[in-house]
């Protein structure tokens, strides 16, 4: 031992010197860089002061995660990617009364707004802006005698003779009503369905022309 301490007198010093250049076990404080061949495995949390890196990644003293799969920043990715959080939900699919869990899409073609329930689509939703005209073409595509039709009609189903009025407003069944034109001729009936008068009929005999008036087919 002498020999490989020199023959060294101030034996007590030089290994106090010696050991003071050593880490210690528990505690120990680095300078420069700490390499190690294996895995490093902490029971507690680690703890830097600095920037942690891992690979291409680092972590941030202050928590930003920087990483070349986001290409900067996660924090700016996700700010950048994905829509702020709302704080309520905006739309949700189902849930509600006499609904199923079908998926249902909403899109724009374009020109329309449509909607699509699972296979099968339901066509243009209509909004405002194209009420007015899809209503027109629906109507105008109509049949005579259909649901949301006009037609002049001759009323029945009162009394003989005297005064039975209908007002504007009032229902009456297609079992009640003829078509007819102003002399009140039953052009063929009776019609099916419910009917809301649009004018008055002073008559429900369905024989003169106090018993005509346009009517509206509701149902």
């Known amino acids: 031992l002498a020999t490989a301490l020199g023959n060294d007198p101030n ?33 507690g949390r ?14 941030t ?4 995660v920087f990483g070349t799969a986001w290409g900067g920043y996660l924090s700016d990715y996700l700010a950048s990617t994905y829509e702020p959080k709302l704080g309520y939900v905006p739309v949700q699919q189902g849930g509600g009364e006499d609904q199923y869990n079908n998926k249902v899409f909403i899109g724009w073609n374009g020109e ?17 802006n194209i009420a007015v005209a899809r209503a027109v073409w629906a109507q ?8 949301g ?12 003779t005297g005064y039975d009025p209908l007002m504007p407003g009032q ?17 063929g ?14 008559n429900r005999d369905g024989l003169a022309p106090d018993s005509t008036t346009l009517c509206l087919r509701v149902a």
């Open 171 to 187: 229902f009456v069944t297609g079992a009640s009503c003829a078509f007819t034109n102003t002399g009140a001729y039953n052009g």
């Open 149 to 160: 039709t006009y037609a002049l009609m001759v009323i029945g189903g009162g009394v003989a």
């Open 189 to 202: 009936g009776p019609a099916t369905g419910t009917w809301q008068v649009m004018g008055m009929v002073q």
């Open 61 to 64: 003293s202050v928590g930003n």
């Open 46 to 59: 680690l703890i830097s002061t600095g920037n942690i890196s891992i690979g291409e990644a680092f972590i």
């Open 11 to 43: 034996f007590a010093t030089t290994i106090t010197t010696a050991l003071s250049l050593k880490a210690p076990l528990q505690s120990p404080f680095f300078t420069g860089h700490v390499k190690a061949d294996g895995d490093i495995y902490a029971l």
């Open 112 to 128: 329309y707004l449509t909607a699509q329930v699972d296979n099968d689509p339901q066509g243009r939703i209509w909004t405002d």
């Open 140 to 147: 105008s595509t109509a049949k005579a005698g259909g649901i």
